[in-house]
Structures are given as C-alpha cells and as structure tokens.
C-alpha cells in the first residue's frame, strides 16, 4: 500500500504545487529529531528555588486581596472576584484577564498577579520536574510537532516548552554543562518585516531598508511627536499598535489587546485615533487589508504553503505572515543541519516561535553565533524573497537567560 499512496501523495503535491513545502519539510525534520534528543538542560534546584517563591508569591497577594476585600477569599474563584468587584463599585460582566486590566482598582490589579503566580506555582513547580526531567539524560525532552498548528508553524508538547514563563528567573535555570555555553537568536520584528513584504507597504519597507526602528517610527506619527522625543512609554504604545492592528484588529479589540498584553492603557476613543493615523501611515497595509475577498478563501505563504478554507479576516492575514515565518525557520533548520560540520560540537536544544537555542563549547562561542545567525538570516530572507531586510539578534551565557 504504501509506494502506490506515495505515489498518490506526490501527484497531489505536484497538482496543489506544494512539491517545495514538502522537501523543506523533509530537510527540517533531522534538525528537529536532534533537538528532541539533545533536550533541554536544566538545573533542577534552581527551577525549585523559583517554585518555592511563586508560592510565597501567591500567599503574600492572597494576604493582600483578603485586606482589601476586607474577608477571607476564594481568589481563583471568577464569582468571588466579580463579588468583590461589585462592592467596589466596579460592577463587571466577566473577570477575564482584558476586562480586569482595563479597570483603574488595585483590587483587579492584585487579581491578575495573582492569577499569575498561582499559574507558575501549579503548573511549574517539582511535579513538573518529577514528571517532565529524563532520569537518563538529567534533561526536558519535549515532543515537536512539526506541522502544530494550521500556518505551519511548529509546536511542542509533553512539556510545552513554547509556554514556559519568560521570566529570567525561569530561563536562568535553563543551564548549560561546565565548559559549554547557550547560544540564543531571535528574529527581530519577523511578522511585522513579513507584513511590509506581504503588502508592499513603501513606508514600512523604506524603514527597514534604513534600518530604523518601525516601534519609534510609529510612535511619532500616531502621536503627533518627532522621533527623537519618543519615549520608552510611547515605544510601548507603538509595539501594541504595530502587532495589534497588521492583522485588522479594531479598536476596541486593540484597546483590550494593549492592556492585557503590554499594560498599556488607552480609552477606545484614542484606540479610534491611533488605529486611524496607523492606516494612514501605512497605505499598503489599509490597502492589502481591503484587498482580502469575503467567503472562504486559499492563503499562501511567499513560498507557496497552502491554507485551505479560511474564511475569518484575521486568518487571512495571519496565516501567510505566520506561515512565511514558519517556512523561514523551517529553512534555517534545514541549513543549520546541512552544514553542521561547519561547528563541531554544536547540539540544537530549544526553539519557542521566532527563536533558536544552541548549546556549544565554550572556546567556541564566537563562531557558533556567527555559524547560527548567518543561517537564520539566510534561512528568512529566502522565505521573504529578499523583499524585506532580516535581522537576528543573538546572546550568549551559561544560561537561556543570558546569565
């Protein structure tokens, strides 16, 4: 049965023309079974030292809720919360996390960190380590799955790595061996360098041609200001802005969005104003945007990855950027592994979204970041069609954290 299905599914690649998107699939793959193997190094004592002060965490904001709410509560409880909320004078529909972090009360405040904490200390305390820790290896080994959601982009399971915290204190207790080192690259700005090349948007692409920094420039139009007077507050404005709306969020959805995901804090009326001087900056974008035809459509990333069926606005956005961004690293992988006698001794241990993790020696450390970050910008330019410039930003230490 299977070389005539072989056969079969050959045809059918050649007839979607997705032939390329396999053999970069099938070049990917030995990259990927390494970093399974390889797995993930980590110093178990300093992962439990970071479990016990989650807990001490999540007793000292259950000391704190329990003073302001004037009794002793369930906190995890969504009707307790909206309870309290209520006497507060802070009547609300939901006590989901985007409603909580737009109300101006310390009590919702206190909530949302305590929801935080209580999260770390369940989900990532000594259970984790006795259940997810190699008694073989000392290491995490995750599963990847290689085509793990529907843009093509990868995901990880049993553990998911990919929704490990990003504190430092987790990620410094991601440690590499004496005499070797972590070397990590992220891409800088991918999907919004891939939106510029998706759209054709000249302003974007002129920035990034010149290398400016499309957080500052937004900042500056939106606001009204010159570039040299944008703040770090109002860059963070700006992040919100730019990731928020190169998808088509409106502006109620980016005020939700900026709260709940950078603390930033604007009444749907601003959101209106930045959303229209945003779109009004960037033409090609507006203009790609309104090109997308209504019913159920075929996306396609730059290199040809298919999407069937796709019929929500966002969606056809997202998954030719997500997708072009999953075929770039993907490349990567692909040339990392083909031209791994280039640097001895390299083992690829980790990857979360735009990000790669290497572990090497130590005396080595200069080399197998510039062997690492060449091939993630080959990798992506190639994807993008050399559209749009690509960078990577690259860290070396003992740790995932730097450290």
């Known amino acids: 049965m299977l070389l005539p299905l072989r056969e079969r599914l050959i045809a ?53 809720l329990d003073t302001l709410a004037g009794t002793k509560g369930k906190w995890g409880s969504p009707e307790v919360v909206a309870e309290v909320l209520k006497a507060r004078g802070r ?80 990620r410094n207790a991601v440690v590499a061996p004496e005499g ?11 999907e919004l360098r891939i939106a510029a090349a998706l759209s054709g948007d000249k302003r974007m692409l002129k920035a990034y041609a010149t290398g400016a920094d499309l957080h500052r420039v937004t900042a500056a ?35 939700r969005y900026a709260s709940s995901t950078y603390g930033v804090h604007m009444t749907e009326v601003e959101a209106g104003r930045y959303r229209s001087a945003f779109f009004g900056h960037y033409p090609g974008l507006r203009k790609w945007h309104r090109a997308q035809p209504d019913g159920e459509i075929e996306t396609r990333t730059l290199l040809g990855r298919r999407r069937l069926a796709v019929s929500r606005f966002t969606f056809k956005l997202n998954s030719p950027d997500q997708g072009s961004g999953a075929d770039g690293l993907k490349l990567a992988m692909a040339r990392l592994w083909e031209d791994r006698a280039a640097a001895p001794g390299v083992v690829p ?14 005396d080595r450390a200069d080399g197998t970041a510039e062997w690492l970050k060449g091939h993630m910008v ?25 450290a």
């Not at 007077?229 to 409106?250: C, E, H, P, T």
């Not at 080959?378 to 730097?402: C, F, H, K, N, Y």
């Open 12 to 64: 059918d690649l050649g007839d979607a023309s997705m032939k390329p998107i396999a053999q970069l699939e099938f070049r990917a793959l030995p990259f990927l079974v390494s970093m399974m193997h390889t797995g993930m190094p980590i110093n178990a004592g300093a992962w439990l030292e970071r479990s016990d002060s989650s807990f001490a965490e999540v007793r000292e904001l259950e000391g704190k």
């Open 349 to 362: 241990i980790l990857t979360v979204h735009d990000e790669l993790v290497v572990e090497c020696p130590a």
């Open 180 to 190: 070797r080192v972590l070397i990590k690259a992220d891409y800088s700005q991918v």
């Open 91 to 170: 009547p609300v529909e939901s006590t989901g996390t985007e409603v909580l972090a737009q109300l101006d009360d310390e009590f919702a405040q206190l909530v949302l960190a305590y929801r935080q904490a209580a999260k770390r200390a369940n989900t990532y305390g000594s259970d984790w380590l006795a259940k997810y820790v190699s008694d073989t290896t000392g290491r995490v080994h995750t599963s990847y799955l290689q085509l793990g959601a529907v843009t093509g982009r990868l995901s990880s399971r049993a553990p998911n790595l990919q929704n490990l915290p990003r504190e430092a204190f987790y």
């Open 221 to 255: 139009k939106v606001l009204g200001i010159p570039e040299d007077q944008v703040d770090k507050r109002a860059r963070q404005l700006a992040k919100a802005i730019n990731f928020g709306l190169i998808y088509g969020m409106s502006a109620t959805g980016l005020q």
């Open 378 to 402: 080959a990798g992506m330019s190639e994807a993008v069609r050399e559209l749009v410039p690509i960078d990577v930003e690259v860290q070396t230490g003992r740790t995932w954290g730097g």
